[in-house]
Each structure stands twice: as structure tokens, then as C-alpha cells.
């Protein structure tokens, strides 16, 4: 064989920090204290009703990367669908040097004492997303205590039903079949979604806690899901905690040192 032209391999682990703040165009006096990430069909109603409770918003460098101000906390607020895109955003910030990431959205929920409006905060999140594995040893990511209790309180406050437990972060709501829900169902796991081990791995990863806040849409035990009628009590709630996960979102941000 002749000879092979030498090859240099570069990957995303080895951009600098002074490159990552350049693409994002950020000093390094903008690097957020919070990172808020929301998984969402929906992006663009979504992205406007919580961004409209920052000052100061602009968005980044890089598409739909948006960062405000919440009092006299700097805050990163992204729409990320799926753990492929959560974790692009989770590893960026989390690398800079952000001190928590924030995970919400909605979830279907794998027990049948859960009803649409209730919230979970996953405290042990089983990885099944196809990248959460590799930012993690073993099957598992952990979501920070501290920040499970002050979640707890902060949605308490505002009269949710919060449940405290194992979830599991699968790749594709489509790809998902009734034998895994039995399965995860079996295992005792609350719930299920697409982000939340993923943008908490990788947090983890460079040393940032995070953790996660997301609320029961689809009712899988009874096989109700998402595009399935909702009756006007069960939407209310849902649409009311929806708005609660984002406000104790901000409270939290509050609390950061």
C-alpha cells in the first residue's frame, strides 16, 4: 500500500473554553449561573411565554440560545427536544462553568396513582437515551439531593402534587412499545421522557448538579397519551403545572450561590 495521508482527529470535548465563548459571543463575565432546558413540541409558545419572564434577553451565538437575567442571576433558557440536542446545550454551559442545570417539560407517567398535572423530580434517572452513557459509569445519573428537596418546596409552595422517585430517559417517544412500558412499570419507575438523563449526565460530567422537574401528560397505564382527549379538569391542571415547573425553575435560580 502507498503511503496514507496523516489524519488529525478533533473532537468536541477538545474545543476551548475561549472557542465555545467566542461561537456563543459571550465575555467570560456572561457565563450563566443557571442553564434552563425545556423538551416541547411546541417550541415557539413555549420559548416566548418563559422568556418573557427574563430581562435583558438576547439570543447567543448559536440558534436558539437565549440569555437573560432572572433578579441578579445571568440565565441560559434553551428548547431542547431529545437528549441529542439537551446535551449539546447541557455540555456547553456546564463546561464554561454554569452552577446548575435545570431540566423541564412533560413526561408520560408509569404508575396509576399519577394524573395529568402531577410533577416528578426524578431522583435516579435510568439511561436510556443512546448519550447519557457516554458521559456516565454504569446505567444511572443522579440528580443533586440538595436541589430535589428545594424543587420539592418550591412546587409545594405553589400547591402541586409533587412524587419524588426513579424515572427512566428513553430515546423516541415513537420508538417506545407497550412491553417496556410493562417492563418499566414492573421495575417501579414514575415516568418517562427524553432529556433528562442526557442534559444531567453530561452536567455531571464537569462537576454541575442538576435536576429535573417534568409533568404527567400521558397516562400509559391506562393508554392515554398525548394526542388522546383530556378532560377540562385534568387539562387545567396540567397547563398549571406546566407554568409551575419554569416559575420553581427561577426560584431555584434564586437560591444559587
Not at 178 to 193: I, N, Q, R
Amino acid at each position: 500500500m502507498g503511503d496514507m495521508m496523516a489524519v488529525t482527529f478533533r473532537s468536541i470535548f477538545e474545543v476551548t473554553r475561549a472557542e465555545w465563548l467566542g461561537g456563543l459571543g459571550i465575555p467570560e463575565e456572561d457565563i450563566p449561573d443557571v442553564v434552563i432546558l425545556e423538551g416541547s413540541w411546541w417550541r415557539a409558545e413555549r420559548q416566548k411565554a418563559r422568556l418573557q419572564h427574563l430581562t435583558d434577553v438576547r439570543e447567543l451565538g448559536f440558534p436558539d440560545i437565549f440569555w437573560g437575567r432572572h433578579g441578579d442571576k445571568k440565565v441560559v433558557f434553551c428548547m431542547a427536544y431529545g437528549a441529542p440536542r439537551a446535551v449539546e446545550i447541557s455540555q456547553i454551559f456546564a463546561q464554561l462553568g454554569c452552577k446548575l442545570v435545570i431540566q423541564i417539560g412533560t413526561c408520560g407517567g408509569l404508575q396509576s396513582h399519577l394524573a395529568p398535572g402531577d410533577i416528578i423530580v426524578p431522583d435516579v434517572i435510568r439511561c436510556e437515551d443512546g448519550v447519557a452513557e457516554h458521559y456516565v459509569d454504569g446505567t444511572t445519573i443522579n440528580a443533586a439531593p440538595h436541589w430535589i428537596a428545594r424543587a420539592q418546596s418550591a412546587l409545594q409552595t405553589q400547591g402541586r402534587a409533587v412524587h419524588i422517585g426513579p424515572h427512566v430517559t428513553f430515546s423516541s417517544l415513537f420508538a417506545e412499545s407497550v412491553e417496556m412500558y410493562e417492563a418499566w412499570h414492573k421495575d417501579g419507575l414514575l415516568s418517562v421522557e427524553m432529556e433528562t438523563a442526557a442534559t444531567l449526565a453530561a452536567a455531571a460530567k464537569y462537576g454541575v448538579p442538576g435536576v429535573s422537574m417534568v409533568v404527567v401528560w400521558d397516562e400509559l397505564t391506562a393508554g392515554r397519551r398525548f394526542m388522546d382527549p383530556m378532560t377540562p379538569e385534568a387539562l387545567a391542571e396540567l397547563e398549571i403545572s406546566n407554568e409551575a415547573v419554569f416559575a420553581a425553575a427561577l426560584t431555584l435560580t434564586e437560591e444559587v450561590t
